[in-house]
């Protein structure tokens, strides 16, 4: 009897881990309020920074509407191969000026990985209104 709750316990946990290691769309949405003032994600207009619809899967510094814009460290990032997948997203999330040194996001990072998760979560679903 132990046993069958131990390891109910076991795949409970291992499930929950895994749900939050996926995110919430709903919360990233949420959060991503505060990258409103310059970026877009439900639309591919431009602001301050690129549009980010799409934006998972992406190489980066490659948004046709924002060439022009990009730095010179973004465009040579993606130049050199960054792409914008989960991994490299929630690293620059966290601290862009570590990601790609030199880009011009003036944005520090966010602090909780939640919120890293909740965030990409919301990007991956392609939130077009």
């Known amino acids: 009897m132990l046993r069958a709750i131990s390891s109910a316990s076991v795949l409970l946990l291992a499930t929950s881990i895994a749900a939050h290691a996926g995110g919430d769309r ?21 602001k301050i920074g690129p549009h980010l619809l799409g934006v998972v899967g992406r190489t980066a510094g490659t948004a046709e509407s924002f060439l022009g814009h ?4 973004m465009k040579s990032a993606g130049a050199a191969g960054l792409v914008w997948d989960e991994a490299n997203l929630a690293e620059y999330l ?36």
């Open 26 to 46: 709903a919360l990233g949405k949420k959060v991503f309020n505060r990258c409103i003032a310059c970026h877009e994600a439900a639309t591919d207009r431009d």
């Open 70 to 73: 990009y730095s010179e460290a």
């Open 94 to 129: 966290k601290a862009p000026k570590l990601k790609v040194p030199g880009n011009k996001m003036a944005f520090a990072g966010l602090t909780k990985d939640d919120d890293i998760a909740n965030v990409i979560a919301y990007l991956k679903a392609d939130p077009k209104p």
